[in-house]
T-cell receptor, first 110, second 114 residues
Framework: GQQVMQIPQYQHVQEGEDFTTYCNSS?????IQWYKQRPGGHPVFLIQ?????EVKKQKRLTFQFGEAKKNSSLHITATQTTDVGTYFC??????????FGKGTKLSVKP | ETGVTQSPTHLIKTRGQQVTLRCSSQ?????VSWYQQALGQGPQFIFQ???????GRGNFPPRFSGLQFPNYSSELNVNALELDDSALYLC?????????????FGAGSRLTVL
């Protein structure tokens, strides 16, 4: 069935270092969404990518959708302690639902 | 514009009991879905309601049931609770963006089953 795989599962960085998480699928995705969940919080929508090769930026965050629409990445430049949390990618399911990856948990050491 | 609100925020039950969780969806959103998030995992789709009818369901047994009311609020009911039902239960309302459902989650109800 549909499934998105995220790597790495955990990432520990020093404040100021960059961070990247990857999302891979064995099937072509119609779109991919990214969510952030702070510790003890709930997932919050960050962005949606729809077009092949699409790149979107939100301040220090850069999101990419692969040319074949089978992978996506989220890159954070110069991490800050406020970036701490778990980042999930999600693909659209057949019932209007979202199928979430297991997430990448980011910790930032000040 | 109000967000998605859920109640209760935390609750503890014992095996075999029943629980009802409640959700008020974001103003203007007529689709509500429920997700279960176990510790360290991504949210898993339980079911979705549109115009008071279930119109999508994930791989959850029938003891997970729900309702949607005319004001678009919703309930999730779980019967015969099991230890593995311990999780964060997230309600989400949907908005359509570029043909896809974008979810706005509530803060969740954290259920512990002892």
């Amino acid at each position: 069935g549909q499934q998105v795989m995220q790597i790495p599962q955990y990432q520990h960085v020093q404040e100021g270092e960059d961070f990247t998480t990857y999302c891979n699928s064995s099937t072509t995705l119609s779109n991919i969404q990214w969510y952030k969940q702070r510790p003890g919080g709930h997932p919050v929508f960050l962005i949606q990518l729809v077009k092949s090769g699409e790149v979107k930026k939100q301040k220090r965050l850069t999101f990419q959708f692969g040319e074949a629409k089978k992978n996506s990445s989220l890159h954070i430049t110069a991490t800050q302690t406020t970036d701490v949390g778990t980042y999930f990618c999600a693909e659209g399911g057949s019932q209007g639902n979202l199928i979430f990856g297991k997430g990448t948990k980011l910790s930032v050491k000040p | 514009e109000t967000g998605v609100t859920q109640s209760p925020t935390h609750l503890i039950k014992t095996r075999g009991q029943q629980v009802t969780l409640r959700c008020s969806s974001q103003s203007g959103h007529n689709t509500v879905s429920w997700y279960q998030q176990a510790l360290g995992q991504g949210p898993q789709f339980i079911f979705q309601y549109y115009r008071e009818e279930e119109n999508g369901r994930g791989n959850f047994p029938p003891r997970f049931s729900g309702l949607q009311f005319p004001n678009y609020s919703s309930e999730l009911n779980v019967n015969a609770l099991e230890l593995d039902d311990s999780a964060l239960y997230l309600c989400a309302s949907s908005s359509r963006v570029a043909g896809a459902n974008v979810l706005t989650f509530g803060a969740g109800s954290r259920l512990t089953v002892l």
